[in-house]
């Protein structure tokens, strides 16, 4: 999918919170090298860079739009093009730190584990991803993709829920970690514009879909039919105001 730094940082101050909540859980003070896995525009990967300055940062992403944002926050990081899932460290890290990221990728059954078995000793995974796929934001768009001559296409880019419950995620993580701690949040965004709730999941998830479709009528088709819905389960109140309440899991767990 093609990221675009731009529309996605429209909503940092949304977006950051989550990253500072966990960063401010990791039970390290000085780690030697850190990894920001799926650092995005590098904006995540400034804050780490300031919360542990004495810190060498290598950042990997695998969006060339958003690692060429990243390379112009003129930080000293080593920015790293790289899939997530085939990634191997050149040395291995104090701190793998993944904001927002994780759950574009499948089977965290073995991906954490791996990640862990990446990290040198006493070192930490720290991970947030979104855990709201049951949201009217998301399923409004599996209904919307079953409800137009469009599905044929879309049917091959919908994903099933990709984050598990956080009982599944103890279960995967303490067989090769001596200490974990796993908590969620639900925060309630409170959102400008006509239709935030569209402008948020069209830089995100709804990207993917809305790329599948090619023809230009059928792409607005589909987008007027999740807006419509969209609208109803989230609709602007009296001062103008949207509320998007937003589901999120925080994984940390230490070798
Ligand atoms: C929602 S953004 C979050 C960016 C950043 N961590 C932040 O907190 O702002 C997700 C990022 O994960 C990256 N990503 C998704 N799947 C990936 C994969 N398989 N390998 C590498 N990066 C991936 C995307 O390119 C995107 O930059």
Redesign the pocket.
């Known amino acids: 999918m093609t ?1 675009d730094p731009d529309r ?1 940082l429209h909503f940092g101050g949304q ?1 950051v919170r989550p ?1 500072l909540d966990l960063m401010s859980r990791i039970p390290l003070s000085a780690p030697g090298h850190i990894v ?1 896995l ?4 590098g ?2 990967t400034r804050l780490l860079s300031e919360y542990w300055p004495r810190s060498s940062i290598t950042g ?4 060339p739009e ?1 690692l060429t944002r990243a390379f112009a926050e003129g930080l000293d990081v080593t920015w790293v093009e ?4 085939t990634w191997q460290p050149e040395i291995a890290p104090d701190l793998i730190f993944s ?3 994780l759950h ?2 499948d089977s965290h059954q073995t991906l954490l584990p791996d990640l862990i078995g990446q990290l040198g000793p006493q070192g930490v995974l720290a991970v947030q991803m979104p855990r709201n796929h049951s949201a009217p934001s998301h399923v409004c768009m599996i209904e919307a993709a079953k409800d137009g001559p469009w599905y044929e296409k879309l049917e091959l880019v919908l994903r099933p829920g990709p984050v598990a419950t956080p009982e599944k995620y103890y279960q995967i993580l303490s067989t090769c970690s001596w200490k974990v701690d796993i908590w969620e949040a639900e925060y309630l965004q409170i959102l400008d514009g006509e239709n935030p709730v569209v402008e948020w999941t069209s830089t ?1 998830a709804l990207q993917p879909l809305l790329e599948a479709l090619e023809d230009e009528d059928e792409r607005a088709g589909f987008l007027q039919a999740y807006s419509d819905r969209i609208a109803e389960a989230y609709p602007v109140m009296a001062n103008g105001k949207t509320l998007f309440p937003f589901r999120r899991i925080f994984i940390i767990a230490q070798t």
Do not use: E, L
Request: net charge negative; proline share 0%.
């Open positions: 990221w996605y977006r990253a920001d799926g650092c995005g525009a904006n995540v990997v992403d695998n969006s958003m790289a899939d997530i899932n904001n927002a990221a574009w990728c995100t």
